[in-house]
T-cell receptor
Framework: AQSVTQLDSQVPVFEEAPVELRCNYS??????LFWYVQYPNQGLQLLLK??????LVESINGFEAEFNKSQTSFHLRKPSVHISDTAEYFC????????????FGAGTRLFVKA | SAVISQKPSRDICQRGTSLTIQCQVD?????MFWYRQQPGQSLTLIAT?????????ESGFVIDKFPISRPNLTFSTLTVSNMSPEDSSIYLC???????????FGNGTRLTVT
């Protein structure tokens, strides 16, 4: 069965510190990988995606994620966080088969402290 | 990118009643997906709705409880039937504009069952 594991439910960090949010997946078929962000009381927004090509993908607000096929991971990183990055982050995989359904991880709450 | 309008945005319903949620997309899409996000939790796929065929339900979700309609390529409804307080959640409609592309989400319907 396919699954997505986000190893940390909560990550508190100080402003301007680096952060890594971990994501591992399990799938018997190839996948597309995504990170979504949900700010307080808002809907889900796509943060970044890996479809193919370069394994390092970047977002416009300084986040990056690297696809590691051998470790089946897609960890999200940012070298220096801001207060405004406080949100829930969801890792997701879309199965490249059949109905192309998307499975979400449990989410990681990033809390940036001043 | 697809723009999704979901109605109602929120509702408070009594136990034993039913609520129908509407999802309108501004472009034609083959697949529409219905998710549930229970308080403080991740997204769980309820079902995949293809136009012209019956919806495909995930484990733990049944058609009698969550009937879905998909009359055309831009519209779908999800009904939450015979509601109980455990059905209190945010229900989200989503679409994928093309193969491998990320999901786009509506703003969700926040349902409270009393």
């Amino acid at each position: 069965a396919q699954s997505v594991t986000q190893l940390d439910s909560q990550v508190p960090v100080f402003e301007e510190a680096p952060v890594e949010l971990r994501c591992n997946y399990s799938s018997s078929v190839s996948v597309y990988l995504f990170w979504y962000v949900q700010y307080p009381n808002q809907g889900l927004q796509l943060l970044l995606k890996y479809l193919s090509g370069s394994t390092l993908v970047e977002s416009i607000n300084g986040f990056e994620a690297e696809f590691n096929k051998s470790q089946t991971s897609f960890h999200l990183r940012k070298p220096s966080v801001h207060i405004s990055d406080t949100a829930e982050y969801f890792c997701a995989v879309t199965l490249n088969t059949g109905g192309f359904k998307t499975i979400f991880g449990a989410g990681t709450r990033l809390f940036v402290k001043a | 990118s697809a723009v999704i309008s979901q109605k109602p945005s929120r509702d408070i319903c009594q136990r034993g009643t039913s609520l129908t949620i509407q999802c309108q997309v501004d472009s034609q899409v083959t697949m529409m997906f219905w998710y549930r996000q229970q308080p403080g939790q991740s997204l769980t796929l309820i079902a995949t709705a293809n136009q012209g065929s019956e919806a495909t339900y995930e484990s733990g979700f049944v058609i009698d409880k969550f009937p879905i309609s998909r009359p055309n390529l831009t519209f779908s409804t999800l009904t939450v039937s015979n509601m109980s307080p455990e059905d209190s959640s945010i229900y989200l409609c989503s679409v994928r504009p093309g193969q491998g592309l990320p999901l786009h989400f509506g703003n969700g319907t926040r349902l409270t069952v009393t």
